[in-house]
């Protein structure tokens, strides 16, 4: 009911804004033109409707909780998919010209969408979605309990509803001078759980997820002095009430009798965030030679927390008891960020245009929080302790600006060839302020902060060749570094590859396409340790290699037949140089050691679909999904410094369906979708105490039924 | 005064002076124009309505199929527009003037054929109308213009063919069993919106095949939701959303922040500096399977600017510390703690 109130206005205030729109459109007529433009067929609405209800069966082997976290499909009836296309003819007081309606996936599905979009030429255009997902996510190899030797969960299990949906609405859309209104929403609801530090340990709290925000968008649009103009302003609201909660003893992830526990413990956010932005664009085609846009962006985003903690519980060692420990903390945060862009191409010749982009991008993020604690303590007999307050503040200040300008010429050569060639340009800057106060003794950290500018050049090319009509290769290649490791800072050098090819012969479609992409992040480590472990400043890279060789195959022969198959192979490696501490028990006292991380992955997909009419009344489908990734193979960690991991994992997902043509109306629809999933279990060898992360596999048995309705002409045609 | 403010400032001064502006100037129109064998062809907008125009009933004569069909668009009903009139609209619209090609019994050198067209001339065609609106405007300067992919490829301009109604897998599915099967699609696609991205990006779809992915092969989200597949000007053709955020946050509304202790990553490089969008076998579509592998390339100790190598006491022989996010559990940014821990 929670999640009904939560949404309900929202959907009656759509519903009244659809119905403003039809009784404003109703009211308007048009002025035909003597141009001579084609003739719309006269007469009644035409429409086109075709609804699938049903029921869905479920049986599922295993693992339970995987499932839920891959597909959570339940038992049930459902909304399979179903559309409505309306097209009026020309009634003066028609409220649209075209109305479609989509509705996906509701009842029983994990995610359910309903999308419609309607207009009436010359004045105006409505499109809106609105879609329900229902996230659930408890895996056993994340954020597992450590002290369990095998894993049964993860201690941030989620388990909410997301609903979310737009509106947008445009008024005139054909006109010279056109207005945008749009409205967003986003709610998410339900428990889930997180963990909570407390004196030296960690504890697993249940929560109560509860965050949404609203947005609000209204425009203008239009051409003034041959430009093309728009500005946009939208609000958005957002507020997070997110509350945790422990309301019996909870002995926290470790487990020795010495160590703290908690009674109780409650902590509240309550987060009230508001961004309010502009949108100004411009574009212009200016002696048909010459065409420019640009947009501006400023945008304001603020944030004002409160957090409040009480907790009660037992401190590690002294086993002295915490009668109350209460925690406040009030924040507020400011992000201004203005974004720039102006784009302009010049058509040199009638086979030459040159491009030039340039977009910059500001923003500085400054916060600041009080963070306020006292703790009231007795000794395990009952004595009064010395109680503790800590009073500090913070304040960080995280700023960011960044320019790129890429230049690129294309070449039409002749209708079967064309190529291009471009530079791009970037610089960035990033830097962080940091100031930290005790408010009880007044000392200041001030870090002075930390500043970090880099440039990065990227050359690229493209083709496009057409050898004959129905074949075409397109080619692209980008070479130099990109800026987007933030973490290592140095540039990434790059090599990125990209190949397609589409033909057809027939009744045959083909795809062919190879990616490949080179990723070298050259550094210098920093001397660490000291005395015979010490590492001095050794060269350490990051490097990514990925390889995707992808084809598929259509065949058509007849409309009663149709054959869809491909294959997509995906190799990742990843080799990264890490400097790590490896303590007891492999090491006393603690080294840093220098080592890899890798992360390896060999997928292979496999899938095809096939759609037969073997007789007017009965139709058959028939689809199989196959993933195989082969991981890492058999590399195994020597060394405790290294970390080599994949996710060896195979999944099967056949499934076939029958449709029997019942009258010109409805079909009756029987199908049956297995889902087989397996994985390797995963342990790391260097680890005290082991842990296993066991299988996570199970199977999935989704026979349903349905009847498919269908309205409108097109019905017979099936 | 701060940047900010003068950029505010000068927002709202340019907002009030285009205003200013609209209210004592007329609406201003612009020639359009498209390319057809090199030669420039004046077709639509204020081009004048001239004895080289024979009319889309002329045209019917002998291409009926086609007239039937765009008749049912938009692009077949722009003459009821008062907005419209005096314009060129119908098939000459985008064929040009068609008295030639009339006179010469069908001449198809004495027309604007988009079949004999490359795919840049072909969008200029359409871009003569639709390049004023936002989504629209950098199309010019788009992976899609690069790569030679014109409007036609996606778009079918004289109103595609309501699919023929196909059994489809209602979870999954492939490339010719269309996602909404028999169903009809909007704006003009010549294929529902990821069917149709899916089948050049094959990739793609074997990444919404893996256990952890956003929904998109399954109808609940468009590739259009976050990508603008007419170009734009963030990297991959990705949208924003909520002013300048990355499209992430239009949903994932609790990332946005700001936060008084920035995860700096997430701001800068974006969400997608640990997380695979479009699926992964990874727990949370992490790029690594372990969440410890993913924080310890960066916090590593090569470099110590802006991204700290691990205290010595994360001891990595110990599963306690193999596990960042039990306690760093605010990994995406908080307001108490600069270790994330809360």
């Known amino acids: ?718 | 005064m701060s940047n900010h403010k003068i950029l505010k400032l000068c927002l709202v001064v340019l907002f009030l002076g285009a205003g200013v502006i609209w209210l004592f100037t007329g609406s201003v129109t612009t020639t359009a124009s498209i390319i057809a064998g090199g030669e420039l062809v004046t077709a639509t907008d204020s081009a004048p309505f001239d004895d080289r125009y024979v009319g889309s009933d002329t045209c019917a004569a002998c291409h009926d199929a086609q007239f039937k069909k765009v008749a049912g668009t938009k692009h077949g009903k722009l003459h009821t527009l008062s907005s419209w009139k005096g314009k060129v609209v119908g098939c000459e619209s985008c064929h040009g003037p068609g008295k030639d090609h009339v006179e010469s019994s069908g001449d198809v050198t004495k027309i604007i054929s988009f079949k004999r067209l490359d795919s840049k001339a072909a969008s200029e065609s359409c871009l003569s109308c639709h390049a004023g609106k936002e989504a629209h405007n950098n199309f010019r300067r788009g992976e899609h213009w690069r790569n030679n992919i014109g409007c036609t490829e996606c778009h079918a301009a004289h109103g595609p063919d309501l699919p023929k109604f196909e059994l489809g897998s209602s979870i999954r599915v492939g490339g010719s069993s269309a996602q909404n099967s028999g169903q009809a699609e909007k704006a003009m696609l010549r294929a529902s919106d990821p069917q149709l991205c899916v089948s050049c990006h094959t990739e793609v779809k074997a990444q919404f095949n893996k256990p952890f992915r956003h929904r998109v092969m399954e109808g609940t989200m468009n590739c259009s939701d976050c990508h603008n597949p007419h170009g734009g000007f963030e990297s991959k053709q990705t949208k924003l959303s909520v002013g300048a955020d990355a499209a992430c946050v239009k949903c994932h509304t609790n990332k946005q922040g700001p936060f008084v202790f920035e995860h700096g990553p997430l701001k800068i490089e974006g969400c997608t500096a640990c997380h695979t969008p479009h699926g992964s076998a990874n727990p949370k579509m992490l790029k690594r399977r372990q969440v410890r592998q993913l924080c310890l390339e960066c916090h590593t100790g090569i470099t110590e600017e802006l991204s700290p190598g691990v205290p010595s006491f994360h001891n990595q022989s110990q599963v306690r510390y193999q596990q960042c996010t039990v306690c760093h559990t605010a990994i995406h940014g908080s307001n108490s703690h600069k270790a994330f821990f809360r």
């Open chain 1, 1 to 718: 009911m929670k999640i009904t109130n939560g949404i309900m206005p929202t959907v009656s205030r759509a519903l009244l804004m659809i119905a403003a729109v039809g009784v404003f459109s109703a009211a308007y007529g048009q002025t035909p033109s003597s141009s001579p433009g084609v003739q719309t067929n006269t007469g009644e609405p035409t429409i086109n409707t075709s609804v699938e209800l049903g029921v869905r069966g479920l049986e599922v082997n295993g693992d339970h909780e995987k499932f839920r976290s891959d597909l959570n499909y339940r038992a049930g009836f459902r909304l399979f998919d179903s559309s409505i296309l309306i097209e009026e003819g020309r009634s003066q007081f028609r409220a649209f010209d075209s109305a479609l309606i989509q509705a996906s996936g509701w009842g029983s599905d994990p995610t359910g969408s309903f999308r419609m979009n309607m207009d009436r030429i010359g004045l105006y255009k409505f499109d809106s979605s609105v879609r329900r997902v229902r996230y659930f996510n408890n895996l056993k190899d994340h954020v597992p309990t450590w002290s369990q030797p095998v894993s049964t969960g993860s201690q941030h299990y989620a388990n909410t509803l997301h609903h979310f949906g737009d509106f947008d609405l445009t008024i005139f859309p054909e006109r010279d001078l056109r207005f945008r209104l749009g409205y967003g929403f986003n709610d998410t609801k339900g428990p889930g759980s997180n963990t909570l530090r407390f004196r030296g340990d960690e504890f697993q709290v249940d929560s109560e997820i509860d965050t949404r925000s609203d947005d609000f968008r209204a425009g203008v649009e239009g051409k003034l002095l041959g430009f093309n103009l728009g500005v946009l302003y939208g609000h958005r609201m957002f507020k997070d009430g997110t509350q945790f909660i422990v309301s019996s003893l909870n002995p926290g992830n470790n487990p020795a009798p010495t160590t703290a526990s908690l009674n109780t413990a409650s902590r509240i956010y309550q987060t009230r965030g508001a961004t309010n932005f502009g949108n100004f664009f411009f574009q212009r085609t200016i002696l048909d030679r010459l065409d420019i846009g640009g947009r501006l962006i400023y945008s304001e985003v603020t944030s004002e927390v409160s957090e409040r903690d009480v907790l009660t519980g037992r401190l590690s060692a002294t086993g002295n008891i915490v009668t109350q420990n209460d925690i406040v903390v009030p924040a507020f945060n400011k992000r201004p960020q203005t974004r720039g862009d102006l784009g302009m191409t010049v058509r040199a010749t009638s086979k030459v245009r040159i491009s030039n982009t340039f977009t910059f991008d500001q923003f500085n993020i400054s916060g600041s929080n009080t963070y306020f604690e006292f703790a009231a303590l007795i000794s395990n007999t009952g004595t009064p302790q010395t109680p503790t307050t800590t009073s500090t503040s913070s304040w960080r200040q995280f700023g960011y600006k960044r320019y790129s300008n890429l230049l690129e010429a294309d070449f039409q050569v002749n209708r079967a060839f064309a190529f291009n060639v471009g530079y791009r340009y970037t610089h960035r800057n990033v830097g962080v302020f940091v100031s930290d106060r005790n408010l009880i003794s007044g000392a200041i950290t001030d870090s002075g902060g930390e500043e970090h500018e880099n440039s990065t050049n990227s050359f690229i090319a493209g083709a496009k060749v057409k050898p004959v009509s129905n074949w075409t290769i397109y080619a692209d290649v980008e070479r130099g570094q990109s800026d987007n490791v933030f973490t290592r800072l140095a540039n990434n050098d790059n090599f990125n590859f990209r190949v397609r090819s589409r033909a057809s012969a027939g009744s045959f479609t083909f795809n062919l396409s190879a990616i490949t992409k080179d990723n070298d992040n050259p550094g210098t480590s920093v001397p660490v340790g000291s005395g015979s472990t010490a590492i001095p400043a050794t060269e350490a890279i990051a490097n990514t290699k990925t390889r995707i060789f992808s084809g598929d195959v259509e065949w058509s022969p007849s409309p009663s037949f149709s054959l869809n198959a491909g294959y997509t192979y995906t190799d990742l490696t990843s080799n990264v140089d890490v400097i790590l501490p490896i303590g007891t028990p492999i090491f006393s006292p603690t080294r840093w050691q220098f080592g890899s991380s890798e992360f390896y992955m060999r997928d292979s997909f496999f899938f095809f679909d096939v759609f037969a009419q073997p007789h007017k009344r009965i139709s058959l489908y028939a689809g199989y999904r196959f993933n195989d990734d082969q991981g890492q193979g058999d590399r195994v960690i020597s060394r405790p410094q290294d970390l080599i991991t994949s996710y060896p994992m195979r999944s099967h997902n056949p499934e076939v369906k029958l449709a029997i043509r019942l009258t010109r109306n409805i079909d009756w629809n029987l199908g049956y979708q297995y889902n087989s999933y397996s994985e390797d279990p995963f342990t790391s060898p260097f680890s005290t105490p082991a842990i296993l992360f066991p299988a996570q596999n199970y199977t999935a048995h989704m026979p349903y039924t349905s009847l498919r309705i269908f309205f409108g002409p097109k019905a017979g045609d099936r």
